[in-house]
């Protein structure tokens, strides 16, 4: 499930992300600039006019002003369950999946602290980030728990 997402949803594509989907999303790109770079993507907006174009991509309007409905609105929408979540696989900042890396090679990348009292490690192949369990990570999972009660 790929999703193109209007730039006045960032906080929304960034959940999805965190979820483990495929979203893209600048923040310079309107809802009818994504119409006419993206196909096979579902497009996700709350830009009004954009109804009435004549257009075979798929889209979800969202109607919530509060990102956590947001969210909510296009797992409901789209019938989404809790198994079809990744979580914590895709770079919240790029979009990339992430892959797991030897605590080695990371060593001089992330804070001594963290370093030394964390044991596992991933990071964005495409811009770099490095991502451990942490207590983003802890709230995340209570949010996703409260997503699909
Ligand atoms: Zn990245």
């Known amino acids: 499930m790929r999703f193109a997402v209007e730039n006045t ?8 992300r965190i979820l483990g989907f495929d979203a893209f999303y600048k923040p310079d790109l309107s809802a009818e600039k994504l119409m006419d770079i993206r196909t096979g ?3 996700l ?39 079809d979540v990744q979580l914590f696989s ?10 797991k890396v030897g605590k080695d090679s990371i060593r001089k990348m992330v804070p001594d602290y963290i370093w030394e009292t964390h044991g596992a490690f991933h990071s964005c192949t495409q811009c770099g980030r490095i991502y451990w369990p942490g207590s983003h990570t802890r709230r995340s999972r209570d949010i996703i728990k409260r997503l699909f009660k």
């Open 41 to 43: 993507r579902i497009l």
């Open 45 to 83: 907006t709350r830009t009004g006019r954009i109804r009435f174009r004549n257009t075979s991509q798929k889209r979800i309007f969202i109607t919530s002003d509060n990102s956590f409905e947001q969210l909510r609105e296009v797992i409901v929408t789209l019938g989404i369950a809790q198994k």
């Open 90 to 99: 895709r770079c919240v900042r790029c979009n990339t999946m992430i892959r």
């Open 9 to 16: 949803l960032g906080k929304l594509a960034k959940w999805l």
